[in-house]
T-cell receptor
Framework: DADVTQTPRNRITKTGKRIMLECSQT?????MYWYRQDPGLGLRLIYY???????NKGEISDGYSVSRQAQAKFSLSLESAIPNQTALYFC????????????FGPGTRLTVL | TQLLEQSPQFLSIQEGENLTVYCNSS?????LQWYRQEPGEGPVLLVT?????EVKKLKRLTFQFGDARKDSSLHITAAQPGDTGLCLC??????????????FGKGTLLTVNP
């Protein structure tokens, strides 16, 4: 079974709609991250959370919000989707100990028309 | 903002050839990681290098961390079609104590043709 799961895997929506992407993990990690990936731009950090009460903006947080409902759940919301938010979105987790390795989910492909 | 520049952006080679991918920055990182991403999947960690000048070997892959901890390279010997994918480097930036976040390069899209 996958340690980091994301739902939905694919989503097509229209401009102005509210969208929520969900991430769940069974790794027991306290740290969770949301990234977006665009062709030629690599992975860019949207938000990150070091524990349930610690949420931080990343480099491209405008137009997004997050909620850390529990240690295992971290959701990303687009309050009013716009076409330039069309991208591949990844959730990742890491442990506070060790080698800083991040474990990624399978991704959500979001298309905003 | 720390930036990581990867080169080349695209690399298409024949099976059996050797290749090197570079990751450079003007900033110092606590550690540097290399990930591999296949289409339709999330990145998966290949290696973490921590010490300046460190060299790690993983079968046909050799990773090197620069002495000043600002750059790294990934060398693949005798590339195989299964090596096809996106190679990503990521630098860890300490935020205080054990807290950190990763800054990713834009990636090198590697294609190994049979």
């Amino acid at each position: 079974d996958a340690d980091v799961t994301q739902t939905p895997r694919n989503r097509i929506t229209k401009t102005g709609k509210r969208i929520m992407l969900e991430c769940s993990q069974t790794k027991g990690h306290d740290r969770m991250y949301w990234y977006r990936q665009d062709p030629g731009l690599g992975l860019r950090l949207i938000y990150y959370s070091f524990d349930v009460k610690d949420i931080n903006k990343g480099e491209i947080s405008d137009g997004y919000s997050v909620s850390r409902q529990a240690q295992a759940k971290f959701s990303l919301s687009l309050e009013s989707a716009i076409p330039n938010q069309t991208a591949l979105y990844f959730c990742a987790t890491s442990d506070y100990r060790g080698s800083y390795e991040q474990f990624f989910g399978p991704g959500t492909r979001l298309t905003v028309l | 903002t720390q930036l990581l520049e990867q080169s080349p952006q695209f690399l298409s080679i024949q099976e059996g050839e050797n290749l090197t991918v570079y990751c450079n920055s003007s900033s110092v990182f606590s550690s540097l990681q290399w990930y591999r991403q296949e289409p339709g999947e999330g990145p998966v960690l290949l290696v973490t290098v921590v010490t300046g000048g460190e060299v790690k070997k993983l079968k046909r892959l050799t990773f090197q961390f620069g002495d000043a901890r600002k750059d790294s390279s990934l060398h693949i010997t005798a590339a195989q079609p299964g090596d096809t994918g996106l190679c990503l480097c990521a630098g860890a930036v300490a935020r205080g104590g054990s807290n950190y976040k990763l800054t990713f390069g834009k990636g090198t899209l590697l294609t190994v043709n049979p």
